[in-house]
């Protein structure tokens, strides 16, 4: 099947600093590829959805300027977390989608698990 | 309203014992559902999808009810591997999901 991997796989970090979070498909090219963030005991939320090429689409209540999307390729997508704070620790969770159905299964990475102290 | 309810359990069940997870959705213009496993601190993993007709997969099943907007998971026989979060999942087309809190299974011998 098709693989998704994320780096780094978690990440301490002092707060006020950016981090960065890759996503990459390893065997297929993602026309779409999508961020979740999941807080304990939740439900995994849609955070933005980003298309190659062009800019990402935020969920509402998602601060675009704080979380920085990059799609540059039909490979490569990237989330970083500007200036975070204790609140933005979490689970990240990116999937990776192609194109040419309705229903565009998504495959998910590994995540990433963010603490900032 | 929560878009998509789970009951968040745990549900604990003996090995070889049958369990059963309801999900409601709001969305009435959903078309597409699906069961995925999500293992602790893990990313979730697709089990399967769930069509009108009902279907089935070894020990799970899977149906739904578009008049009563609920999707069903019953798990057979239970194993210890089967301890895990089900999450029920909604989709309204073009990739776009929307996940429940989750189910937790826990399988005890």
């Known amino acids: 099947g098709a693989v998704v991997s994320q780096h780094p796989s978690w990440v301490i970090c002092k707060s006020g600093t950016s981090v960065k979070i890759e996503c990459r498909s390893l065997?297929?090219?993602?026309?779409?590829m999508f961020w979740y963030r999941q807080f304990p005991k939740q439900s995994l939320m849609l955070m933005a959805t980003?298309?190659?090429?062009?800019?990402?689409?935020?969920e509402q209540g998602v601060e675009k300027d704080k979380f920085l999307i990059n799609h540059a390729s039909l490979t490569l997508s990237t989330l970083t977390v500007t200036s975070a704070h204790p609140e933005d620790s979490s689970f990240y969770i990116c999937?990776?989608?192609?194109?040419?159905?309705?229903?565009?299964?998504?495959?998910f990475g590994p995540g990433t698990r963010l603490t900032v102290l | 309203r929560k878009e998509v309810e789970q009951d968040p359990g745990p549900f604990n069940v003996p090995e070889g014992a049958t369990v059963a997870f309801n999900c409601t959705y709001s969305?009435?213009?959903?078309?597409?559902f699906f069961w995925y496993r999500q293992d602790c601190r893990k990313e979730p993993k697709l089990l399967m999808s769930?069509?009108?007709s009902g279907n089935e997969d070894g020990r799970f099943t899977a149906q739904l009810n578009r008049a009563s907007q609920y999707i069903s998971l019953l798990i057979r026989d239970s194993k210890l591997s089967d301890s895990a979060t089900y999450l029920c999942?909604?989709?309204?087309?073009?990739?776009?999901?929307?996940f429940g809190k989750g189910t937790m299974l826990l399988v005890s011998p």
């Open positions: 999937s990776a989608s192609t194109s040419g159905r309705l229903y565009n299964e998504q495959f």
């Open positions: 065997d297929f090219q993602a026309t779409t």
């Open positions: 980003s298309n190659e090429g062009s800019k990402a689409t935020y």
């Open positions: 969305n009435s213009a959903s078309q597409s």
């Open positions: 769930v069509y009108s």
């Open positions: 999942v909604a989709s309204s087309g073009y990739s776009t999901l929307t």
